[in-house]
């Protein structure tokens, strides 16, 4: 599919914000109507990468094209203004004028790109009518629930026509059960958007769902790159792990072992050899009072250090001591397993997990 | 008087922002803050209390029919409401440029602002006189080339105003606009609009409740404006002679009148600035 496309289509650009004890440093290249998530931490440059996008934060290096238009690039000394750049933003807190009607919010791009006044205010109660706000037009922002000024902002990140479409955390204002809806409902519009779509938050469901491939950052740096399906099969990082709810472990591969900590190899059922990677959910841990026979071979003892309630379930954090010292574990265990075993802070127990349940693959 | 008016100005017009900030409820009020307030307040209160209480009711109507009066409070008036203008006009762009821009020595910029604030007025009327005096730096070059002289004409009224009432404009709406989120204007730039654009669009609407609280108090300021003014102006009636000036000259020879005087301005202030609370601050 790419083959059709020219590589002067859609966003290229490798954003260089140096800012002293900081620096980002992200490549992203997105092609049109494709979605585009920057996944990460709080603090780790996602935002500033969208303000760099924006033009509200200038580059120090690197460059920002968009359909092959360079937008900004500090070498050739080339800055294309906020206000000159074909682009939409919707804020994490949605930034709706407050003195001003939904209607007038939505008519403001188009009026500042020199449209009629009555044109520009067709124009925004028809974006207002497809997001089912047409009562609401003559209502201001204050009046609205959030999931109503959630879509005003998105009409008036739309009225202008973008072709780089900017969401910064743009489920994050809602509360949960607005949240739901929104997300549905963004992701209609998002699907249905032709340009070239990014956004940025810290929630792996809202990424997952909204787009159609993540990019994470961390530290200013990206760490992992790929389909949703990849990235929760294949984590890469401590934080992407906790993100998809696995337990990761670096090692070394020979054969069927990735040796994890220096006295502990697990017994994987995909044939390595060199750095690897082993990834098992919390869920496919046992815990044994006493060390459990043979049957189990990937066995290690632990001491528990904390406990959580997890859905219907009880997520028990340990660390690993003896052979496996250091080695952080969660482990997903029934309320009545956990009372069985008479765990607490503190205990030493051992842990195992089945070769059939883990997934190894190369670093 | 005229400092009364301002100080009462600058906090009635705080309290609608103080109005979230409840107080603790409960608790005994420590009499070590109570009796300096009382004192404070009472002190505050009783040269106003006087003023009712020695005004001379009866000959009132008499001592106001004169033509005298109203030429001075008109004058008062227009030449307080110019300032003001021209404080609006320059001073919040001013205040935009200090709020939201850096550039070298912004923050002497910013000292040299409220100097006036602190400025004995009859400093700054002398100041005034060697700046834009017949004489004065660019005074002299006004004269010579336009044939405009200021000094000891109603236009010299207006800029004495301006001189003390500015600053307190500047300010005011310096400070809202550093309380206002900068990231609307941001949002503003996104959708296209340049920055001129934000300011008249997004910005300006959502600090007018700053800027008309700011040009109240230069308003006040301007109505009181004494010194600056007699040492620029002069006090020529139906010219340069604003209702202090005429309060002030009064008091030499006719006690009673001056009274009666004062009274009509304190007329004016409370009400000018009672109906602009209601009017501005309803919509806080």
Redesign the interface.
């Known amino acids: 599919m790419s083959t059709s496309l020219t590589k002067d289509e859609g966003l290229d650009a490798r954003l260089v914000l140096d800012r002293g004890t900081f620096t980002l440093d992200v490549e992203l290249t997105v092609r049109p109507g494709e979605v585009l998530a920057l996944l990460g931490p709080n603090g780790a440059g996602k935002t500033t990468a969208l303000r760099a996008l ?3 934060a200038p580059l120090t290096g690197g460059h920002l094209r968009l359909d092959g238009e360079t937008l900004e690039d500090p070498a050739l000394r080339r800055r294309t ?5 074909p ?3 919707v ?1 994490q807190d949605y ?1 709706l ?3 001003l009607t939904a209607l007038e919010n939505v008519a ?2 188009p009026r ?2 020199g449209m009629p006044r009555a044109a520009a205010r067709e124009l925004a109660a028809g974006l207002l009518d497809r997001m089912g706000l047409a009562d609401h037009a003559g209502a201001k922002p204050r009046r609205l629930s959030g999931g109503q000024a959630q879509r005003v902002a998105l009409a ?2 739309l ?2 026509g973008p072709r780089l479409l900017l969401l910064d955390e743009p489920l994050a204002a809602l509360d949960a059960r607005a949240r739901l809806d929104v997300r549905a409902e963004l992701r209609r519009h998002l699907a249905a958007f032709e340009a070239v779509a990014v956004l940025v938050t810290h929630d792996p469901l809202d990424a997952m769902v909204l787009a159609d491939r993540l990019v994470v950052v961390e530290q200013g740096r990206v760490v992992q790159e790929g389909t949703p399906a990849e990235i929760a099969r294949r984590p890469r990082t401590d934080y992407i792990a906790r993100l998809v709810g696995l337990n990761l472990y670096r090692g070394d591969a020979a054969g069927h072992t990735v040796r994890v900590a220096p006295g502990l190899g697990l017994t994987t059922t995909e044939t390595l050899d060199g750095p690897a990677f082993v990834a098992f959910p919390p869920s496919s841990v046992t815990l044994h009072r006493e060390r459990p026979d043979s049957s189990a071979r990937n066995a290690w003892p632990a001491e528990v250090t904390g406990m959580e309630s997890h859905g219907d379930q009880l997520r028990v954090a340990l660390t690993g001591s003896g052979p496996a010292a250091g080695l952080p574990l969660a482990a997903d265990l029934t309320p009545v397993a956990v009372a069985e075993l008479l765990l607490a802070p503190g205990v030493q127990v051992w842990a195992s997990v089945k070769a059939a349940q883990t997934h190894s693959y190369p670093a | 008087m005229t400092d009364d008016t301002t100080t009462a100005a600058a906090g009635f017009l705080d309290a609608p922002g103080n109005r979230q900030r409840r107080a603790r409820t409960g608790g005994r009020v420590p009499v070590a803050l109570v009796l300096p307030a009382l004192i404070g307040l009472a002190f505050l209160l009783l040269p106003l209390v006087a003023l009712l209480i020695r005004a001379p009711w009866r000959s009132l109507p008499d001592q106001l029919a004169g033509a005298a009066v109203w030429q001075a409070l008109r004058l008062s008036l227009q030449t307080a409401t110019l300032a003001t203008a021209a404080s609006l006009l320059f001073g919040v762009p001013l205040a935009w440029l200090l709020a939201r821009t850096e550039f070298p020595g912004r923050r002497l910029v910013r000292a040299l602002v409220t100097l006036p604030l602190v400025l004995p007025p009859v400093v700054g009327g002398v100041a005034l006189l060697l700046a834009l005096g017949r004489n004065g730096v660019v005074g002299r070059w006004l004269d010579t080339a336009f044939g405009i002289t200021l000094p000891f004409t109603t236009s010299g009224v207006v800029v004495a105003e301006t001189f003390v009432a500015m600053p307190f404009l500047v300010i005011t709406v310096e400070g809202t606009l550093r309380a206002a989120d900068a990231r609307y204007e941001e949002a503003a730039a996104t959708l296209g609009a340049s920055r001129f654009t934000a300011f008249r669009r997004v910005t300006l609407p959502m600090i007018a409740p700053g800027v008309a609280a700011g040009a109240v108090l230069a308003w006040a300021r301007a109505l009181g404006e004494f010194g600056a003014t007699i040492t620029f102006a002069g006090s020529f009636p139906g010219r340069t002679q604003t209702m202090p000036l005429a309060v002030y000259l009064a008091l030499q020879d006719d006690p009673a009148a001056a009274v009666a005087l004062s009274l009509v301005l304190l007329a004016v202030s409370l009400a000018v600035l009672a109906g602009l609370r209601e009017r501005w601050t309803g919509a806080l």
């Open positions: 924006a033009g509200l203004a906020p206000e000159g750049r682009v939409g933003v804020f930034l004028f407050p003195h403001f791009g500042c790109h008036r990140a009225a202008t």
